[in-house]
């Protein structure tokens, strides 16, 4: 019997990246049914009509379908590639100006942004994996919401043996531009990483003949011959943010040249330089609903009017590159190495061995097997452990309602100066997010 793969946030722009990886491999991963869900219907019947035909039309026989039932769509399934955002890109750009209004970086996944999507978004990933184990119970979930750091920490401690992995395509995407910089081929590199998601380093960059190629890397970040790096995603080449983003990444190795950042380290190490840049008339969350949410559902409809999707084509994205990766790594038991999140358990032996970390891991089909880290150094260690508090306090203060514990969460948030403007923000977002945050007491 095939595979059915459901797509949980089917109508996310997101999808599209994923769809085409899945079209063009369906056979290797044994794909005859798919199906994309969300809550959203007049999203997911755009999505969904448009993959039908596109499917159809290019020759795959993979069964497309689409629903808002969830029960219907988890029927049987075997994997779930999840990607959810309540409240949708909207809310995003309200929680980054009341974030930028107020001083503080507004970013989606860092910083207050982070806690008030994560707010929306845990209650929201508990329910669905509620579902899946009354429903399909052996299915793997191979989840890219965000924030993935504070989400995954929120997964594990409710559903320890669940089979699910929470990932990120930064980590690779920083890969490839490495591999890049050096004329590699990526998977001729061994990457050494850790940290938690969105919060990371990278210590060594093994090439074929066991060489570290850091140390080449680092001389030019310093000496001044480089100060940024080309990106490998060809989405994102042309995006201002993310050419911005990349050099401010070289510039952060450049300061603190021992271990190579994660980008998202610069909200916190040079949040100033962020707002900086920052407009809060205009914010990243106005950018993408102008540019490619606008893009994605005008193709939809223009498709789906004209009865054919022949002159339209979709482009295969990093993240499902990686996320197909994996799942073909568990399917065919492969062992490949992958960044994921999970728990400590030791691998970082001077860190809390409960806590979520992202760390490369051998993925296979029993799920992920996390390689050890050894210790970390201070400076990191502290960074990561406040940041850990600060995750762990906002899960606690998602399932128990607690303002208190909100408060204390947010004031764990590096990015947050001192009490008056912490609670000052933590108020006006609760505010704003009346509709989707639990209730606060
Ligand atoms: C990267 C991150 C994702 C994030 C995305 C933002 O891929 O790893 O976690 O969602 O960037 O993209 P956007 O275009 O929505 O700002
Ligand atoms: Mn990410």
């Known amino acids: 019997m095939g595979n059915k793969f459901v797509m949980i946030g089917g109508g996310s722009t997101q999808s599209p990246g994923i769809l085409e990886v899945l079209r063009k491999r369906a056979s290797e991963l044994n794909l005859t049914e798919l199906v994309l869900y969300d809550i959203d219907g ?9 993959t039908e035909m596109y499917y159809e039309e290019t020759g795959s026989s993979v069964k497309v379908s689409y629903t808002t039932d969830i ?9 779930l590639f999840m990607q959810i955002r309540p409240g949708l890109n909207k809310q995003r750009g309200i929680d980054e100006k009341i974030c930028i209004r107020n001083g503080l970086v507004g970013q989606e996944t860092c910083g207050l942004g982070g806690f008030s999507f994560a707010m929306r978004v845990i209650p929201a990933v508990l329910e669905i994996i509620k579902k899946v184990k009354e429903i399909c119970p052996n299915a793997w979930i191979l989840n890219y919401t965000n924030p993935e750091a504070v989400l995954s920490e929120a997964i594990y401690r409710e559903f320890p043996e669940a089979k699910v992995l929470c990932i990120c395509d930064m980590p690779i995407s920083i890969e490839g531009a490495i591999a890049d910089y ?51 995603n060809e989405e994102t080449k042309e995006d201002q943010y993310w050419i911005d983003t ?16 994660n980008c998202y380290l610069q909200y916190y190490l040079t949040p100033d330089e962020m707002l900086a840049h920052d407009d809060p008339n205009f914010t990243r969350g106005d950018y993408v609903m102008q540019g490619r949410e606008k893009r994605i559902y005008d193709e939809c409809r223009r498709v789906i009017q004209a009865g054919t999707a022949k002159d339209s084509s979709l482009h295969a994205g990093v993240h499902g590159n990686y996320i197909v990766d994996i799942a073909y790594a568990i399917i065919h038991n492969t062992r490949e190495r992958f960044t994921v999140n999970m728990k400590n358990n030791g691998a970082i032996s001077n860190f809390d061995s ?13 799920g992920a097997e996390t390689i050890n880290v050894g210790t970390i150094p201070t400076f990191q260690k502290g960074l990561m452990e406040m940041q ?37 923000v933590l108020d006006e977002l609760y505010e704003a997010n009346k509709e989707y945050w639990p209730l606060l007491k």
């Open 42 to 50: 007049e999203r997911v019947s755009l999505l969904g009509k448009y």
């Open 71 to 79: 029960d219907e769509a988890l029927q049987g399934a075997d994997f």
């Open 182 to 232: 050096f004329n590699k081929d990526l998977r001729d590199l061994t990457f050494k990483y850790f940290g938690m998601n969105h919060f990371g380093w990278w210590t060594n960059v093994i090439d074929e003949q066991g060489h570290d190629l850091l140390p080449q890397l680092r001389e030019d970040v310093v000496s001044g011959k480089i100060d940024t790096l080309l990106q490998s």
């Open 246 to 261: 990349y050099r401010q990444m070289i510039r952060l190795f450049k300061r603190f040249p021992e271990y190579f950042p």
């Open 354 to 366: 409960e806590a979520v970390i992202e760390v490369p891991a051998y993925v296979g089909s029993m």
């Open 388 to 424: 850990k508090a600060y995750e762990k306090m906002t899960v606690d203060a998602a399932l128990t309602g607690s303002y208190q514990t909100a408060l204390e969460a947010v004031m764990l948030n590096k990015t947050v100066p001192n009490y008056s403007i912490g609670k000052k």
